[in-house]
């Protein structure tokens, strides 16, 4: 798919914005903070239901502004869609399709894009939660129906931490306790399916991971993913880990996880095992890349990462290739890498640049450019 028109409202530092887009690479350039990674994050959003640079929505709303809109004409096989999310800042967001209201988180199913920013260098640093939002967000992608499953976990696990603190202030009574046992086999119902939906993609990953990387960094070693479960007793020594267990259904796992840690559940009052606590252990050359891999490396690494869940949008989903969006990547990479990144991308149906610097990005990105100013989309360069 490609976006052929993109419009905002009072979207981050834009009053308005009307853009035309067409298939192919579009470079957007312009000083820093005139508005570039605003543009692409609003695409972005459309797709994820989130920025990857905050966590709120608030701040995605213009400064004095009530609310936000994002509109968007797709083309996907000929067809052409329209587009739309309303981010209030008193009030639920809203989204439409085609101009007909639809849930909103609904929208990802219409959408595909993978966007790469700086920020991702937190794929490989940062904690885990980065991790399984990057997992999760590819997976409602490819399977729009888990963001119910999602947001339903989340709920339970709400529901069941408040259980049990209230169990640690007064003590743990009968009727609670049958309560807490509802809310466990909700829980494992709900969370072995996320955890199976991972540990698979996971899988799927591993392959475009080792292509993309070393597409980018032309190495003999290669960049591995391997899933850590809570629920697998990383945190009580006792409890055997998965590859010692592989015939043992998630579910009986989760359960025998949650018998493990009921005391110190109640002493902490907390859910202390399942899909909200996992992680995925990201290997370089046989190490974590995690405390040990170079800036370079964990930046490459982030990279493949997110050309890897490209090539997988690419490959299953019925949407078609996804929109490619690299946000100021071009700076940080050294001739012979801009020139293999260029090289990797080629052949995407769209792909959505931003750069600072004109001179950064290889000629074959730029053939068509769009300046960007001041919240503004202007024709020509700008200079001051
Ligand atoms: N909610 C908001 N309301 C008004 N302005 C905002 C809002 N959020 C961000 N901005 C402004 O948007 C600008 C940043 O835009 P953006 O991040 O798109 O910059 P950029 O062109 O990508 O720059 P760089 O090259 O430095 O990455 C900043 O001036 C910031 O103050």
Redesign the pocket.
């Known amino acids: 798919m490609h976006v052929t028109h993109l419009s905002l409202t009072d979207?981050?530092?834009y009053a308005t914005a009307e853009i035309d887009l067409s298939a192919g690479a579009t470079l957007?350039v312009?000083?820093?903070?005139?508005?570039?990674?605003?543009?692409?994050?609003a695409i972005g959003y459309l797709s994820t239901l989130g920025s990857h640079?905050v966590s709120s929505d608030?701040?995605?709303?213009?400064?004095?502004?009530e609310a936000?809109i994002i509109r968007a004409r797709l083309q996907h096989a000929g067809r052409e869609l329209l587009v739309e999310v309303q981010l209030n800042r008193g009030a639920a967001n809203r989204a439409q399709v085609n101009r007909s209201p639809i849930k909103t988180r609904e929208l990802p199913r219409y959408c595909h894009s993978v966007l790469f920013a700086p920020e991702d260098l937190a794929l490989v640093r940062g904690e885990p939660g980065v991790r399984r939002r990057f997992l999760d967000e590819l997976l409602v992608q490819q399977t729009p129906r888990l963001a119910g499953v999602m947001s339903d976990y989340d709920r339970v696990l709400r529901q069941r931490n408040t259980l049990l603190k209230s169990a640690r202030s007064s003590g743990l009574r009968e009727a609670q306790l049958s309560t807490l046992e509802i809310w466990d086999e909700r829980l494992v119902t709900l969370g072995s399916e996320i955890i199976d939906e991972r540990s698979a993609l996971v899988a799927e990953l591993a392959e475009p991971l080792r292509v993309a990387y070393r597409g980018i960094v032309d190495a003999d070693h290669g960049p591995a993913l391997v899933p850590l479960l809570s629920i697998d007793g990383r945190e009580s020594a006792d409890v055997p880990v998965v590859s010692e267990i592989p015939a043992i259904p998630t579910a009986d796992r989760f359960r025998a996880a949650l018998a493990n840690q009921r005391r110190a559940e109640l002493d902490r009052g907390v859910t202390l095992a399942g899909p909200h606590r996992d992680d995925v252990l990201l290997e370089l050359n046989g190490l974590p890349a995690k405390g040990y891999a170079s800036h370079g490396e964990s930046w490459s690494f982030a990279l493949a990462l997110k050309l890897a869940s490209a090539e997988l949008l690419r490959r299953d989903s019925a949407g078609g290739d996804p929109v490619l969006i690299l946000?100021?990547v071009f700076a940080e990479l050294d001739r012979r890498r801009r020139e293999s990144l260029a090289a990797a991308i080629t052949g995407y149906e769209q792909v959505l640049i931003?750069?600072?610097v004109l001179e950064d990005v290889p000629d074959a990105l730029a053939e068509r450019v769009v300046h960007?100013h001041r919240?503004e989309i202007v024709d020509g360069p700008r200079d001051e």
């Open positions: 979207y981050r530092n957007l312009g000083r820093n903070g005139q508005g570039k990674t605003n543009l692409v994050e640079r608030q701040a995605l709303i213009r400064a004095g502004a936000a946000d100021d931003t750069a600072a960007i919240g």
